[in-house]
């Protein structure tokens, strides 16, 4: 039960980690954090046993005198713009994001809809030790499609498209289902949507919109002409865009192409977390921007532009916060921006990405059970600390001559990533061969 509460949220395996007497569990201990008083917002993603999940952590709550607004089923970035919109104290999701269908837990906000990170070691401590509060709150249900129709009405005055754009929608069987297709109809798109029927499973390609999921968007994509494709997380707070020839482009293809364009409004700070390409440095530095590391999450995403007074922030795992519009990374939003800076240009996506620079770049997993895996970065510091000069961010970072290596324990799952940049194919798998033989190594010799 340690291993549910991560850097940034609670997450576990459903039924035996994460079921109704530790959700309300959770609950009671958020409750008790906020000194049961307030009122937070709750909601839940498609996945099994939600409503069940929700009911409890609303029990809860409630039972330390918090009081609660409930607004059903609803994607994350919703749920955000309703903590802001509807001055709430907190808000709490229940959702797993991208992770796989038997996997769920509980996402806190704040009230400005952005994540609550600190919130979690202080949880953690009230979840074990047991010392609620007790209190009478109480509960009132909202209609799902009243916090949508507030957040389609304010997006789309914020953010007009030109001229209609053809988009296929993919939102994976999630949270998005159904809504981000009314979303862009209302935004003036040719909307065509697949995986558009929410359910627990998530039967269509599942919550994790991987380039290798995204076959039938991209077929669909050239089968209708469109001018691009927009795939969604299990929440919505991801969002991976498909070009006009069927062609999955990267998160650091996007963040260069949306970075390009938020600094010809405004030459400001631009945010990246340490997985991020240097093809995004180097266009802050052509343009005259300014860079700034951060570590990798989504929590640290809105609180480095704060602090940075940064124009955009974003992580290589498809996360971008553009503040002009909200405080939080939002997948639905961004997909929209996405659309209306294709619509103010003359050529396809296709032949726009044809003037990013070409680049080498692999990321790769190794199993490893949580309660090794920070045991084994630490060792490898150590290590190499003799060696090289490590960034330690998150992680270790260690920077070549014209490659850079990333090495870093996943905050969300039993795994160690290695991510790899090399200015070609050899010089990526050897760095890559490298460095995974000395992670497995180290492993190895801790499980022994």
């Not at 914020?158 to 862009?184: C, H, M, Q, W, Y």
């Not at 209708?224 to 998160?251: E, H, S, Y």
Request: glycine content about 8%; overall charge positive.
């Amino acid at each position: 039960m340690q291993n549910i509460f991560r850097a940034y949220d609670i997450r576990g395996l459903l039924d035996t980690e994460i079921n109704k007497e530790n959700v309300k569990k959770i609950g009671k201990a958020f409750g008790t954090f906020l000194k049961g008083s307030g009122t937070v917002v709750v909601s839940r993603d498609t996945r099994r046993n939600g409503i069940e999940l929700k009911k409890s952590l609303v029990e809860g709550l409630t039972s330390t005198g918090v009081n609660v607004i409930d607004i059903g089923m609803q994607s994350t970035p919703v749920l955000n713009f309703y903590c802001k919109h509807a001055n709430a104290t907190a808000g709490a999701q229940i959702t797993a994001s991208h992770n796989p269908p038997e996997y769920s837990g509980v996402r806190f906000r704040k009230n400005d809809g952005v994540g609550f990170p600190e919130a979690i070691p202080e949880v953690k401590k009230l979840f074990f030790s047991e010392n609620f509060i007790t209190g009478n709150g109480n509960l009132k249900k909202i209609d799902s499609d009243i916090p949508q129709e507030e957040y389609i009405r304010y997006i789309t005055e914020k953010i007009k498209i030109k001229k209609p754009l053809t988009v296929v929608i993919d939102p994976g069987n999630g949270a998005t289902s159904e809504f981000a297709k009314r979303l862009f109809l209302d935004a003036g798109c040719n909307v065509v949507a697949i995986n558009n029927e929410p359910n627990s499973e998530f039967s269509g390609r599942g919550p994790n919109p991987s380039k290798e999921k995204l076959i039938d968007l991209e077929q669909e994509v050239r089968i209708n002409q469109a001018d691009l494709g927009i795939a969604f997380d299990g929440d919505g707070d991801r969002v991976v865009i498909v070009d006009d020839k069927g062609k999955t482009l990267n998160a650091d293809e996007i963040g260069y192409l949306i970075a390009e364009e938020l600094l010809k409004e405004n030459i400001g700070t631009i945010a990246i977390n340490v997985e991020c390409s240097d093809l995004i440095r180097k266009i802050i530095d052509d343009k005259g921007g300014e860079l700034k590391y951060i570590r990798v999450g989504d929590a640290f995403l809105a609180k480095a532009v704060k602090e940075n007074d940064a124009i955009f922030a974003m992580e290589a795992s498809n996360h971008f916060l553009i503040p002009k519009y909200f405080p939080f990374d939002d997948g639905i939003m961004t997909g929209l921006f996405f659309t209306r800076m294709m619509s103010n240009k003359e050529m396809e996506l296709s032949e726009i990405r044809k003037k990013i620079p070409a680049n080498c770049k692999k990321k790769v997993k190794i199993n490893c059970d949580d309660e090794l895996k920070f045991k084994v970065i630490k060792n490898l510091k150590e290590r190499f600390k003799k060696e090289h000069k490590i960034i330690e961010i998150d992680g270790m970072r260690i920077n070549f001559k014209n490659s850079w290596v990333l090495i870093r324990a996943s905050n969300t799952s039993p795994y160690i990533r290695i991510t790899v940049e090399a200015e070609t194919k050899k010089e990526l798998q050897i760095k890559i061969e490298k460095f995974r033989n000395s992670v497995i190594e180290e492993i190895e010799r801790l499980k022994k």
